[in-house]
Each structure stands twice: as C-alpha cells, then as structure tokens.
C-alpha cells in the first residue's frame, strides 16, 4: 500500500468516527424529536476549541498511547483494546456529566446512558489508535467531538434522541473498524490465533 494511502487512512477513519457519532443530531432534528441551537453559550463554545484540543490530545497520548501499550505487554491478547476503551470513559463520562446535563430526566438514567456511549466511543478511539499506530487521529477525533458538542446546544423530548446516539455511537466504533480493515488485520489474527 502507498505511504499516501496508509497515511490517509487513519485522517478518513477519524472523520468518519465524528461524523458517525454525531449523527443523532440531524437525526433527531429530521424526526423532529430534537431541537438544535448553535452556539447556546458563545463563551464555552470559544473556549472550546483551544481547551477541547490540548485535553483530547493529553487524553489520548495518556489512555492510547501509554496505557494501551502498556496494556498490551501486560494481558492477554484482545483484552488490552477492551480494557483501554474502559480506562477511557472515566474522564469523558465524568465531563459529559458535569458540562452537558440533562434536566428532568433521573440522575442513574443520564450516568447509565453517558457511560455506555462514552464506552462505545471510546472503543472506537482505541481501534483507530490500533490501526493507525498514534494516537494523534483519536485525539483529533476526540477534540472535534468535544468541541462540536460544546458548541451546540440539544434540547429533546423522548427517549428517541438518547437511544439515536448510542446507536450513532455503536455504529462510529465500527465504521472505524470497517475503514481500517487492512491495518486492524494482523492484531485481529493475533487476537483469534490465527497468526
């Protein structure tokens, strides 16, 4: 494979996942089940961008640089990725929770629903981490989320547009999958012992 096409790879993975994970928004509108507002709050959507990039870059150098590789010397083969994924939910969930509340639905709901999707997303970062062999597309992938859901506000009724974004976020983790295939390969065989 061309160096151009390897490097393209992992860029088109990691627009591939934001564009995925958030698809619940124009989904949500389309069914009218949700209603969107650009930039709700102007001062946390300018602070955004500068603070969403270094956070999301320290994140992933951290969680799928660091741990995984660590990880991975330390487990059993297939357990690394899954064990990653997790350690990487805890600082997204815990700022989804405290920057992006959710009124009048029950505490347990909001927490059970932001972990299983943050988990999803988080899955989705590690594979692209895997297959790209950095995590600078995760923390691409990661910044453009967090600045995106910083910079729009969602208001919805129903339990249509939670179950759309666990959904989207499912599907952003296996899109990445699918769009690196070829590099994800050798670890898959590792993993099934077939290499």
């Known amino acids: 494979m061309p160096k151009a096409e390897t490097n393209a790879l992992p860029a088109a993975a990691a627009a591939v996942f934001v564009a995925a994970a958030l698809l619940y928004l124009p989904l949500g509108y389309?069914?009218?089940y949700a209603r969107i507002d650009l930039f709700p709050r102007p001062a946390l959507a300018a602070a955004a961008v500068p603070v969403a990039a270094a956070a999301a870059y320290l994140h992933e150098a951290a969680i799928r640089?660091?741990?995984?590789?660590?990880?991975?010397?330390?487990?059993?083969?297939?357990?690394a990725a899954p064990l990653a994924a997790l350690a990487?939910?805890?600082?997204?969930?815990?700022?989804?929770l405290a920057v992006l509340p959710v009124p009048a639905v029950p505490f347990?709901?909001?927490?059970?629903?932001?972990?299983?999707?943050?988990?999803?997303?988080?899955?989705?970062?590690?594979?692209?981490?895997?297959?790209?062999?950095?995590?600078?597309?995760g923390a691409w992938a990661l910044a453009a989320l967090?600045?995106?859901?910083?910079?729009?506000?969602v208001r919805f009724h129903g339990g249509a547009v939670p179950l759309l974004e666990l959904l989207a976020a499912?599907?952003?983790a296996a899109l990445v999958a699918l769009v690196?295939?070829?590099?994800?390969?050798?670890?898959?065989?590792?993993?099934l012992g077939a290499g």
């Open 180 to 191: 690196l295939s070829r590099p994800l390969a050798p670890h898959r065989d590792r993993v």
């Open 146 to 153: 967090w600045v995106l859901r910083l910079s729009l506000g």
């Open 88 to 96: 990487g939910t805890v600082v997204p969930f815990a700022l989804r």
């Open 30 to 32: 389309l069914l009218r």
């Open 170 to 172: 499912c599907t952003a």
């Open 108 to 137: 347990f709901l909001v927490a059970g629903h932001a972990l299983v999707v943050e988990f999803a997303l988080s899955l989705g970062l590690t594979w692209l981490a895997l297959g790209s062999g950095s995590a600078r597309p």
């Open 65 to 79: 640089g660091k741990l995984y590789g660590s990880l991975r010397e330390k487990v059993a083969p297939g357990l």
